[in-house]
């Protein structure tokens, strides 16, 4: 497995500065092309240093992008957070939407990050940053059926923990279908409907399932 971790951490504002843009870079590059295209010499040419200066900091490319993995997920953990406290004023359908749309929102703003997470560096996964968000994401699907305020008093799941954990994961991977929409709906195959009616039809099934209502 490779190293996910820098050699070191800037102590000092130049340094700070030149270790900075090189997770700048990497996050640009991500947005451009693959990740298999991308190595550190492109991180170091985007971000205005030199190759030296990159390794000084880090031993790989995967370090930078650990690095750019933990700074965007403490952002979307704040989010999701968020998402979760003003759902817990909402009516049931309306919390569902809120969380639903919270999570997706999240998601879709650094959807370029989660498709290497998900899709080409799996090793990524073992980053604690990623863990959080990821039992952040699983909890936020539980949230329904947990017993947790107006909303989970009237849930209608016979088997609260398996039909939570259920929910959560069906949830979860949903979600980055939805976020990642635009990049799969290519010429190659069949148009996928609009964001905004899977996100409603979303919304009315996630009711239904936890509510037994339409």
């Known amino acids: 497995m490779p190293e996910l971790s820098p050699r070191k951490l800037p102590r000092q504002a130049r340094s700070r500065q ?18 298999r295209e991308i190595t550190t010499n ?10 030296g200066t990159l390794y000084e900091f880090f031993p790989n490319r995967e370090a930078v992008l650990g690095v750019l993995v933990e ?3 403490e952002r979307l953990l704040e989010t999701v957070e968020a998402g979760v406290r003003e759902a817990l004023a909402l009516d049931a359908r ?3 939407d809120r969380l639903v749309r919270s ?16 899709r080409d560096a799996p090793a990524l996964g073992e980053l604690a940053s990623v863990r959080r968000a ?3 994401f699983y909890e ?8 947790s305020g107006a909303v989970g008093r009237t849930a209608r799941l016979p088997h609260r923990a398996a039909d939570s954990w259920l929910i959560s994961r069906m949830l979860a991977n949903t979600v980055l279908e939805i976020a990642f929409l635009d990049d799969e709906d290519g010429d190659d195959g069949p148009r996928a409907p609009r964001r905004e009616l899977l996100v409603r039809e979303l919304v009315r099934l996630l009711h239904r399932m936890v509510y037994a209502s339409d």
Request: charged share 30%; proline share 2%; with cysteine.
């Open 18 to 35: 030149s270790f900075d843009a090189i997770v700048d870079a990497c996050a640009r590059l991500l947005r451009e092309r693959p990740l």
């Open 42 to 51: 492109h991180i170091a040419k985007r971000a205005g240093v030199g190759i």
């Open 71 to 73: 700074q965007r997920l």
């Open 94 to 96: 309306g919390a569902i």
């Open 103 to 118: 999570l997706i929102d999240a998601v879709t703003a650094e959807r370029d990050l989660f498709r290497v997470l998900v």
């Open 134 to 136: 990821r039992a952040a």
């Open 140 to 147: 936020a699907g539980r949230f329904g059926g947990r017993g």
